[in-house]
Each structure stands twice: as structure tokens, then as C-alpha cells.
């Protein structure tokens, strides 16, 4: 124990994310007059798409960073307090959030929350999943964004959505040999057949695909990968045909060799991990990213009072959906603290929603194929090292959902917290017991929802009894208390 104290933070209201959503509902509640704190996970806020790099770019990435800027330019002019390096690890049910920021532990208390905590990559296991070489298209993309680093020299990208387009892009700009770009969607004219209906897309969408242009040779559509290969390190990757009920087929006869990177992801998940523990209710979409924080869509409201929920977390649909989300959810929560608002949400928050739905359909990730995928020795669950053919055992000796394989298996129970294995867990159990996958449930988390020392977990809960929330529409007339500071 260091004997230190935590730091006290206290505001009218606190959104927990700084992308697209949380920054947009930020400088609406700080618009309507709101005191208003900001914690973002990461050392510079923007998100995974407003992603601010130290150093400059180009290509696709420049239009982003630059409208990201911007916006984070008018958030700090505002008045909005940014704390970043901020990990909220636990949150109660009367406004409290429990975080660390470096070595110090953070007691957050305020009127009303904004949840803006986005999404993180959805994953599925498959046999050879754990080599090094392996990994998300979002990681390979932040180490060329903020590092300047590619995770390869010759590299595979599979799995199914617009973002692969996205980042084959961005890797082929960075010098990578981008071997093959393998989708599980069976035809590309459903892509085109959504961008007909929005023209006001056709501009970005031409945009991008000039980009990957000298890649569509290598494009490949209705396949998966199957395993993963290599003493040590990723250096095969073979793959499998899809049938036309979205199941494993027969095998490709083509497999890649002498690659160094294999990059595969299957869209989003939303990161709902600090609104169950604050209690909020969940609905289910597979194409909304599986479980997502239910909400009054004209406020952003959660089924707890003073908790608001705006962008992924709400059902993964992009940036655009999750700008006019942000805005509706912070006028909300300043109305709500008592401050007037009459900032509408942007005119376009209609047509990107739709835009974001039309997407998902064209894009279905085929749950089917991805539970036959494991075979008995593949790790499902990487924390607890807990393997199909545990979780197999599990569901023969009784176990039917979520929950029973946790208890069972410890699956879920290690340092993510489900949020790498839930999916597969979850496809892989549904395959196995005939079941929708969706009927299997979600894993809750526990506090601590993300790993942090004892020290800071004991300092932070001391201090959190010991200094229940007050009136703080009140207390923090004066300004935010503790030494929170223009960031």
C-alpha cells in the first residue's frame, strides 16, 4: 500500500470516452452551460476514428485526423475539463466512478453520466489464433496511424466489413506487401448495391475504393480463415469456403505461405462493460454488434436514471450515428442536471443511421461458420487458458449459458473480462448445443471491470466510501474540485 489518498473529482456531469460520441456529447452539455469532465482511456482523445497520431499524415487517415482535431479544438475551448490516461475500472449506481490515471487512483462523482465508451474489435477463435503475427486489423492500424509501424512485411487480412477495405488501404500506403484481402461476405456487389441507395456517400465510398484499387487482384470473397500456421510465429494461414447458409464448406485449395502478419477481425463489439455494472439494460442485435446498452432514442437515456449512453455502445453504426448520438445525449444529461439545452442533433443523424443499418445487412458475419471453426485443443478463453473441448464439457455437464460455462470453466473470468473471448465463446457454445448464439447471454462484468493494482483498487474504494456524492450541482459551483485542469 502507498497510504495516499485518491483524487477527489467532482462535476455536473462526467462522459466516460473521448471518440466521435463522447467528445460531441461533451461540447453539447458544456454548450447548455453543464460543468463538465471528460475521461478518455487513451494519452490523446479522438477514438479509434478521430485517432491523433504525433506525427503527420497522409492518405485516407489525413481527412480524419484533421476533422478530429477540429473538433477536439472547439470541446477545449468550451471549457470541458479532458482528463486523459484515464482506466475506469468500477462504477456504482449513484453517479460514482471508480478510475486510475497513472499510479493515482481517481474517485469521479457526478449529477449525471454520459457513457460514450465505444466498441472493440469482435474476435472469434480458430485453430492457430494465439501465434504471435496474429492479430486485429485495428491493432495493425494504430501501429501505422500512431507509430509509424507496420506489423508486417507480407500480410493477410480476413474477416467481413468495410473497415478491412479501410485498412488494407492504409497498410498498402505504408509499404506493406498486402497478400491477400479475404472476405466473408459472398459478393462484393452487396456493397455496391447499399452504396447505390446513398449518394451522399458515393464521394467517401469512391474515395476508398481508389485506394484499394491496386489491390482488388487480390481480393477474395466467401471464404474464412480456417488456421493459422507456424513454428513460433504466424508464416501460413489456410482457408475454407463458405456454403450458401453461411457454413464451413470445403477447404480452399489455396493457402498462403511466407507471410508475417495475419490480420483477422469480424467487425465490432460494443464495450458495455461499465453500464452493466452501473446496472443498465442490454438488448441483443448480431448486426448492432451483438449486446448493446438499451436506450430512449430521442435522449440517449439508459434504463437508469441520470445514465446516458451514446455511440457504439449503443449498437455499432460508425461515426457519423455516434457524432449525433453524443449530441443528443449531452443536452439530455444538462437537461437533466437542470441546465437548459436546445442544441439539436445534426441534420444528417437520420440518413447515417440508416447508412450504418444498410452496412451491417451487406456485411452479416457468419456466426455459423466461425462456432465449427475451434477444434478440441484451441483456446477459447486466453486469460484462463480454458479450451473448446473444456467449454464442450461444460455444456454436456449442464451448462446452458453464459454464466453456467463461467462457472464451470472460468471462461470469461480473467483480465478482459470477456471482451476478447465472449464472442467466440458464444458462437462456438450456441454451435454446439444447437443453439442461437444470441440465447446464450453475455458475460457481465465484474469489478474490477479492467485490471488495476490493489493499491489504487483499495484507495479508490476507501475513498469513495468515505466521501459519499453530495448535491454537486451544489459543490461544484466553484469550479472542479481535487486538481483537475484544462488538459
Request: hydrophobic share 45%.
Amino acid at each position: 500500500m502507498t497510504g495516499r489518498s485518491a483524487e477527489i473529482v467532482d462535476s455536473e456531469i462526467c462522459v466516460v470516452g473521448g471518440g466521435p460520441a463522447g467528445l460531441s456529447a461533451a461540447l453539447a452539455a458544456r454548450r447548455a452551460g453543464a460543468q463538465v469532465v471528460l475521461l478518455d482511456l487513451f494519452d490523446r482523445p479522438g477514438g479509434q476514428y478521430f485517432m491523433q497520431p504525433p506525427h503527420p499524415v497522409s492518405g485516407l487517415a489525413a481527412a480524419q485526423v484533421g476533422q478530429g482535431r477540429a473538433l477536439i479544438g472547439k470541446v477545449r475551448d468550451s471549457g470541458v475539463v479532458i482528463r486523459s490516461g484515464v482506466e475506469v475500472f468500477g462504477a456504482d449506481g449513484a453517479g460514482t466512478l471508480l478510475a486510475r490515471q497513472g499510479e493515482r487512483a481517481l474517485v469521479v462523482r457526478a449529477k449525471a453520466l454520459v457513457l460514450a465508451t465505444g466498441a472493440h474489435e469482435r474476435t472469434s477463435p480458430f485453430p492457430g489464433w494465439t501465434l504471435p503475427g496474429v492479430m486485429n486489423p485495428g491493432a495493425a492500424q494504430r501501429l501505422v496511424k500512431m507509430h509509424g509501424i507496420t506489423p508486417g512485411k507480407r500480410v493477410v487480412l480476413a474477416g467481413c466489413g468495410p473497415f478491412l477495405l479501410v485498412v488494407a488501404a492504409q497498410l498498402h500506403h505504408a509499404g506493406c506487401e498486402v497478400v491477400r484481402v479475404v472476405e466473408a461476405s459472398p459478393s462484393p456487389l452487396r456493397l455496391a448495391a447499399t452504396l447505390l441507395r446513398f449518394p451522399s456517400r458515393w464521394a467517401e465510398a469512391a474515395g476508398l475504393l481508389r485506394a484499394v484499387a491496386p489491390l482488388w487482384s487480390r481480393f477474395r470473397f466467401g471464404r474464412v480463415v480456417a488456421e493459422a500456421m507456424g513454428e513460433g510465429h504466424v508464416n501460413r494461414v489456410r482457408f475454407a469456403f463458405l456454403d450458401g447458409e453461411g457454413r464451413l464448406g470445403a477447404d480452399d485449395p489455396e493457402t498462403i505461405d511466407d507471410i508475417d502478419a495475419l490480420l483477422v477481425g469480424y467487425g465490432f463489439r460494443p464495450s458495455v462493460e461499465i453500464a452493466t455494472l452501473l446496472g443498465c439494460s442490454l438488448r441483443h442485435d448480431w448486426n448492432a454488434g451483438g449486446h448493446h446498452v438499451a436506450i430512449d432514442e430521442a435522449s440517449g437515456a439508459t434504463s437508469v436514471p441520470g445514465v446516458f449512453a451514446a455511440g457504439e455502445i449503443t449498437g455499432v453504426a460508425g461515426a457519423y450515428p455516434a457524432l449525433a448520438g453524443g449530441a443528443r445525449a449531452g443536452a439530455a444529461a444538462a437537461r437533466f442536471v437542470g441546465r437548459p439545452a436546445g442544441h439539436s442533433p445534426p441534420s444528417y443523424a437520420g440518413r447515417a443511421d440508416r447508412f450504418a443499418k444498410a452496412l451491417r445487412r451487406a456485411f452479416r458475419v457468419p456466426y455459423a461458420a466461425l462456432g465449427q471453426l475451434p477444434d478440441a485443443e484451441t483456446l477459447l478463453c486466453r486469460c484462463e487458458e480454458v479450451r473448446a473441448t473444456d467449454v464442450a464439457a461444460a455444456l454436456q455437464d449442464g451448462g446452458c449459458d453464459a454464466h453456467g460455462v463461467k462457472m464451470w470453466t472460468r471462461a470469461g473470468m480473467g483480465l478482459c473480462q470477456g471482451r476478447i473471448c465472449g464472442f467466440g465463446l458464444s458462437v462456438y457454445a450456441a454451435q454446439r448445443a444447437g443453439l442461437d448464439p444470441a440465447s446464450f447471454g453475455a458475460n457481465a462484468a465484474r469489478f474490477p471491470a479492467r485490471p488495476a493494482p490493489l493499491d489504487i483498487l483499495a484507495e479508490a474504494t476507501a475513498a469513495a466510501i468515505a466521501a459519499p456524492q453530495g448535491n454537486l450541482a451544489d459543490e461544484s459551483r466553484g469550479g472542479l474540485s481535487g486538481s483537475a485542469s484544462r488538459d
